[in-house]
């Protein structure tokens, strides 16, 4: 079983930026795609974005294209998402998930572990 954990979240100001981290307790994260997703209250879970297991393809969600990047430590022990020009409407609940379909794919539902998710809260 694998347990992913989301760091790096918290208050940052509208324009600013956060880098939120993802990692699995004790364990590798060589073989795995690994997406990041996001739910604001009331709203639906959105893909943010995802990278393949070997970092040559990602994916990004239409809404944070430009501003987003996602990419992977060459060790394999943690996936990065940095988030650059926040804006109030980023704020949400953000988890990161792995699969080893090897799509990067952008759809939850391939995706089979889940972190308990990180929150991020941007406000003047």
């Known amino acids: 079983q694998l347990r992913l954990e989301e760091s790096g979240g918290g208050l940052v100001q509208p324009g600013g930026s956060l880098r939120l981290s993802c990692t699995a307790a004790?364990?590798?994260?060589?073989?795995?795609?690994i997406g990041w997703f996001r739910q604001a209250p009331g709203k639906e879970r959105e893909a943010v974005a995802a990278?393949?297991?070997?970092?040559?393809?990602?994916n990004y969600g239409d809404s944070n294209k430009g501003r987003y990047t996602i990419s992977r430590d060459n060790a394999k022990t943690v996936v990065y998402l940095q988030m650059d020009a926040l804006t109030p409407e980023d704020t949400a609940v953000y988890y990161c998930?792995?699969?080893?379909?090897?799509?990067?794919?952008?759809?939850?539902?391939?995706?089979?572990?889940w972190g308990q998710g990180s929150q991020v809260t941007v406000s003047a």
């Open positions: 998930a792995a699969n080893t379909m090897g799509l990067a794919s952008r759809q939850s539902g391939l995706y089979y572990y």
């Open positions: 004790g364990f590798s994260l060589d073989g795995y795609d």
């Open positions: 990278i393949s297991d070997n970092g040559e393809h990602t």
